[in-house]
């Protein structure tokens, strides 16, 4: 090794970040192994190089012990052999012995081609990953590279995202070349670099997509308060302004559902409902199953439930397909809403008020039954009470008898 090997690792040090004595040390530690693996030595072995000139030396350490005293010549020298050398060493000092082959250079120079390259994976992986793990949950646009078992490998520049199959919308098609805009979920640090793992389905896609279209949202005028998601179906969003004089829906939507609409191409037709967040219980669940109307909204704060009431002919289409609009707005507002007809709540309100009846004359029925129960005992007191004072009489007529004879 050179000059020229040294102003190669300032011209790195300088593009790449990777300080010049993180390589030496790598190099230095590398060198001990080819060392040992090329001469197959027993001995303790370091090796130093020259910052300056890159020159590289080897030597052998050896602990001076007394004469009689060596258990391995390898590792020990002899008292007196070290004074022969140096008469200055003493018993506990260490003893290095230049030990550098006459074709070492050769093997430095391959083993510090092999680090550098190596070092420079390294620290270009280092990067990426310090780049992507700030960017967890947010939106990236990436292209298509392939797809190998299921998973979609999306080229993002300076690196590779995957998108596993758990993270796909179902029945979209991907295709190589198509650019996708995707969320970035997570991002993992493995022995081959960093993965970044990103997704189509998740919810934080649409969260991020409404702040790219919506400048309210991006600016925070607008809010999202929540957002329920069946990825490649529908999606239920809900928001709410922070100033009265914006409105919140018609911000989402925008001139003639422009804004809107460039999400839903985004995911490929999924359907999207906006309603309007409030403080109210009853009156944000009413919004959360748009597009049905609602009629009256029965909650019960101290379960979290809530009973909805819609008219007959719009019973299906506050349900949904398979119950889906009731599922979504369930999970939007975190309350369980049982859905119900005018028709089918009168008849439950005339069951309730049945069974309250039914409940109130078998309270009477107990108490009139308790009464009587009470007027008997009455009764049969006093008739007893009546035949205790006969009896007393019948005596003291009986003693006033007696006392005449």
């Known amino acids: ?29 590398a060198l001990i192994s080819s060392y040992k693996k090329n001469f197959g030595s027993s001995q303790n072995v370091i090796v130093e190089m020259d ?15 007394d004469d009689d005293a060596i258990e391995d010549e390898f590792l020990q020298m002899p008292l007196m052999e070290a004074k022969e050398l140096n008469p200055n060493y003493e018993v506990g000092d260490v003893v ?19 680090v550098v390259i190596q070092r420079i994976k390294d620290a270009e992986r280092d990067v990426i990953f310090d780049e992507f793990i700030n960017r967890e949950n947010e939106i990236i646009t990436g292209q298509i590279q392939r797809i190998a078992k299921n ?13 596993p199959p758990s993270e796909q919308i179902s029945g979209e098609d991907y295709n190589q070349g198509d650019r996708k805009k995707l969320l970035i979920l997570e991002v993992k640090k493995t022995t081959k670099g960093p993965q970044i793992v990103l997704s189509r389905a998740n919810t934080g896609l649409v969260k991020r997509l409404f702040e790219l279209e919506v400048p309210e949202i991006a600016e925070g005028i607008v809010e999202i308060y929540s957002v329920s998601r069946e990825a490649g179906s529908r999606t239920k969003i809900a928001v709410f302004s922070k100033n009265p004089d914006v409105d919140a829906l018609g911000s989402c939507v925008g001139f003639k559902g422009a804004r809107v609409k460039a999400i839903v191409d985004e995911l490929n037709g999924e359907k999207i409902d906006i309603a309007i967040w409030s403080k109210e219980p009853a ?5 959360s199953l748009s597009p049905s109307k609602v009629v009256k909204v029965v909650p019960n704060e101290k379960e979290k439930s809530a009973i909805v009431v819609v008219p007959d002919y719009q019973l299906s289409l506050a349900i949904g397909k398979e119950g889906q609009n009731a599922r979504l707005a369930a999970k939007l507002t975190n309350w369980k809403i049982d859905i119900k007809s005018e028709t089918q709540y009168k008849e439950f309100i005339e069951k309730q008020s049945l069974k309250e009846e039914a409940t109130a004359e078998k309270v009477e029925v107990e108490v009139e039954s308790l009464n ?6 009455s009764e049969q007191g006093s008739d007893e009470n009546a035949d ?10 009986s003693d006033e008898i007696s006392d005449e004879k």
Request: proline letters at 1%; aromatic letters at 6%.
């Open 1 to 29: 090794m050179n000059v020229d090997f040294i102003n190669a690792l300032e011209e790195i040090e300088r593009e790449k970040g990777i300080s010049k004595d993180i390589i030496f040390d790598a190099l230095e530690s």
């Open 51 to 65: 910052r300056e000139t890159g020159e590289v030396e080897v030597f052998a350490t050896k602990d001076v012990v």
């Open 96 to 114: 290095k012995l230049e030990i550098t082959p006459k074709n070492f250079g050769r093997i430095a120079a391959q083993t510090a081609k092999q």
């Open 151 to 163: 998973n979609v490998y999306i080229d993002l520049g300076k690196t590779e995202g995957i998108l």
């Open 283 to 287: 009156e944000f669940i009413a919004n």
């Open 372 to 377: 009587d129960g009470n007027m008997n005992h």
């Open 388 to 397: 205790e004072g006969l009896d007393s009489i019948s005596s003291e007529a």
